[in-house]
């Protein structure tokens, strides 16, 4: 059975840096293209990050560009997501995320085919 877990999130001082990690299991997943998505209180699930599972291609949010880094390990099957210079407005659920096939030009939660069940960050001010 295919299955993502995301591992990482808690709590952070506003400014500061937080890894996030997604274990991916199921040999599929080497022909998946694999992403990150958030859900903060009371606003939709959005679009963080998405990348090839070879890494060849990475794409953020622009509300994520320039403070948050995707990258993987495939000899382990693991997603990261390096997150920094944090913002309260940052503070959401985070969930791994993976699609068959290529991510199109617009990401929505359409495009995804396996979901991870979450880990909560939360940013103090």
């Known amino acids: 059975q295919e299955q993502l877990v995301e591992s990482g999130g808690g709590l952070v001082q506003a400014g500061g840096s937080l890894r996030l990690s997604c274990a991916a299991s199921?040999?599929?997943?080497?022909?998946?293209?694999m992403g990150w998505f958030r859900q903060a209180p009371g606003k939709e699930r959005e679009f963080v990050a998405v990348?090839?599972?070879?890494?060849?291609?990475?794409r953020y949010a622009d509300s994520v560009k320039g403070r948050f880094t995707c990258s993987r390990d495939n000899a382990k099957n693991w997603v990261f997501l390096q997150m920094s210079r944090l913002k309260p407005e940052d503070t959401a659920v985070y969930y791994c995320?993976?699609?068959?096939?290529?991510?199109?030009?617009?990401?929505?939660?359409?495009?995804?085919?396996?979901w991870g069940k979450g880990t909560l960050v939360t940013v103090s001010a």
């Open positions: 199921g040999r599929t997943f080497r022909n998946y293209g």
């Open positions: 995320a993976a699609r068959w096939g290529n991510w199109p030009d617009l990401v929505s939660d359409n495009g995804v085919d396996v």
């Open positions: 990348m090839t599972w070879s890494g060849e291609s990475i």
